[in-house]
């Protein structure tokens, strides 16, 4: 069972990725490759995070989230020695994961449902710190998010939540660049109009 990293003690959440924090992960997925324990270790926890929240995001059924983290970073230490470094080590995974969400839906489809709702909306709720200032806000945003279409929220969630380049998102979701673009820029537009709403004073009755 893969363990998540622990946060550091100054980590603050951002919607963005420095290069070279990119940089050193596909290195550690290049020499994990090699067969570098140390090197498997600090792969697995500087992506489990991501990996969770970009499942959850996805997936339809809250319970599958920690199943699916493991069944991708299974398949990724299984394809390391393939994996060249040409894109990011994160784009890589990620797009790992995206097969591994698929893969579970086309299994599920040949089994008895045993619901209907979806409810992934929880499932990022329990990959999310408690008790931190703007925890709130960020199951606000999940309310949000849910009513964007699939698309739109998977490119919103890839691009600003996750902090992928526009081009390594639309490398994960299998689409031109410009798509990821325009996703992006009506999911926000869909947002802003949303929270000016909620923003607004109730109206008095008459």
């Known amino acids: 069972m893969f363990t998540p990293a622990p946060h550091a003690p100054c980590e603050k959440h951002s919607t963005t990725r420095s290069a070279p924090a990119d940089e050193s992960i596909t290195a550690w997925a290049l020499a994990a490759r090699g067969g570098d ?33 493991q069944d991708t970073f299974l398949r990724a230490l299984g394809s390391l020695h393939r994996f060249e470094g040409r894109s990011s080590a994160r784009a890589w995974l990620l797009s790992i994961a995206r097969r591994a969400v698929i893969d579970s839906y086309r299994r599920a489809a040949v089994r008895p449902r045993l619901t209907d709702l979806p409810d992934w909306q929880a499932a990022v709720e329990r990959t999310q710190p408690r008790g931190l200032p703007g925890f709130e806000d960020g199951v606000a945003l999940l309310e949000l998010l849910a009513s964007l ?58």
Do not use: I, K, W
């Open 37 to 69: 324990p140390r090197a498997v270790d600090a792969f697995v926890r500087a992506l489990h995070r991501d990996v969770l929240r970009y499942v959850a995001h996805l997936c339809a059924d809250p319970q599958a989230v920690d199943d699916l983290a």
């Open 149 to 206: 279409p699939e698309e739109r929220r998977e490119a919103f969630v890839l691009t600003q939540m996750l902090g992928l380049p526009y081009a390594e998102a639309a490398e994960v979701s299998n689409c031109p660049v410009g798509t990821v673009r325009s996703r992006v820029a009506r999911a926000r537009a869909t947002l802003m109009d949303a929270l000016a709403v909620a923003d607004e004073p109730a109206a008095v009755a008459a």
